[in-house]
């Protein structure tokens, strides 16, 4: 690798570092191909991505960066798993990790937040984006039913009692 294409990975792995709601790094020795490349569709589908960088590219492109606070986990063979939704990293991560004895979790940042290891499981346990989405959504819409079921409760309690006096009647 050329000093060209080292500064295009610094630069990748900047934008990378400032766009990302959530880093998670991991070790990953000990992992086949076909579990990287697993790893790897897991994220794509969550929304994330996962990169394999050297430790001292990603080290100085972590400078300057909200999330500098992970350089230090940046030891040995290192994987980088990123999204923009705060959580879907954090999530394919620590579900990866279950499965994969050899995959271990060392920490990560969200923001200028530092996570250790107990602190990417909370945040992987929290709800997505689109889950909360979904939630919010669900409850602006609950307002309109329940008046909407409020304005039709009369008429239906007075059609039941007619109804009650009328059987009564006929008895």
Known sequence: MDRAQKEQLVDELGQIFESSGVVVVSHYVGLTVAEMQDLRARARAAGGA???A???LAKIAL???PCESIGDLLLGMTVLTF???PVAAAKV????AKENPKFVILGGAMGENALDVAGVEAVSKMPSRDELIATIA???GAPASNIAGAIGAPASNIASILSTIEDKAAA
């Not at 991560?93 to 990866?96: E, I, K, M, P």
Request: proline content about 0%; hydrophobic content about 30%.
């Open 54 to 56: 050297k430790n001292r």
């Open 93 to 96: 991560a620590q579900d990866f």
């Open 63 to 65: 400078e300057g960066k």
């Open 138 to 140: 669900g409850m602006l």
């Open 83 to 85: 999204s923009e939704d």
């Open 50 to 52: 996962v990169r394999v």
